[in-house]
T-cell receptor, first 113, second 116 residues
């Protein structure tokens, strides 16, 4: 079945540092890929998405590129802020799973001033 | 995008009791899902709520423990029955609009449940 593997966390960075959170996947067919963010006390929110190979999703300074050859969708941000502290989930979804999404384990990011 | 209201936002319950969580969406949606998120862990899908019929449960989850209703296209409930401390978790409702399964899900803010 489908699976998503995220880099193990937690990740602690200083403000303005560069962020990379790795995500790789296995899936049948051609899934869409997502990054969700969960702030403390809240549900998950969509951060960005990519629906086909070589697509780049971007939002709020975060970027991720759908790499079919390496089955990866790594999340990057050039300069993190304290307000980016949250849990980040990589996920995939597609036609083969009747609308159900597969989520990674989540990576907790803490940004210190 | 759909706006989801989940109630209650949190509760503290005694073991052996049951709690019903409500999920209300501001528009008709195709699919509604219930997840459990245990402390510091990822999401585990409990079931897909089907409108007008029995929910579809994932492996490890049964209807007697987690009865689900979905009377229409905008509302669903999840009941956590005969609760024990192991049921302490965040329970999340999510929805998928339309028939394009490549679209993201939209989540409620969750119900934080503690069992004493």
């Amino acid at each position: 079945g489908d699976s998503v593997t995220q880099m193990e966390g937690p990740v602690t960075l200083s403000e303005e540092a560069f962020l990379t959170i790795n995500c790789t996947y296995t899936a049948t067919g051609y899934p869409s890929l997502f990054w969700y963010v969960q702030y403390p006390g809240e549900g998950l929110q969509l951060l960005l998405k990519a629906t086909k190979a070589d697509d780049k999703g971007s939002n709020k300074g975060f970027e991720a590129t759908y790499r079919k050859e390496t089955t990866s969708f790594h999340l990057e941000k050039g300069s993190v802020q304290v307000s980016d502290s949250a849990v980040y989930f990589c996920a995939l979804s597609g036609d083969t799973n009747a609308g159900k999404s597969t989520f990674g384990d989540g990576t907790t990011l803490t940004v210190k001033p | 995008s759909a706006v989801i209201s989940q109630k209650p936002s949190r509760d503290i319950c005694q073991r052996g009791t049951s709690l019903t969580i409500q999920c209300q969406v501001d528009s008709q949606v195709t699919m509604m899902f219930w997840y459990r998120q245990q402390p510091g862990q990822s999401l585990t899908l409990i079931a897909t709520a089907n409108q007008g019929s029995e929910a579809t449960y994932e492996s490890g989850f049964v209807i007697d423990k987690f009865p689900i209703s979905r009377p229409n296209l905008t509302f669903s409930t999840l009941t956590v029955s005969n609760m024990s401390p192991e049921d302490s978790s965040i329970y999340l409702c999510s929805v998928l609009s339309g028939t394009d399964f490549n679209q993201p899900q939209h989540f409620g803010d969750g119900t934080r449940l503690s069992i004493l």
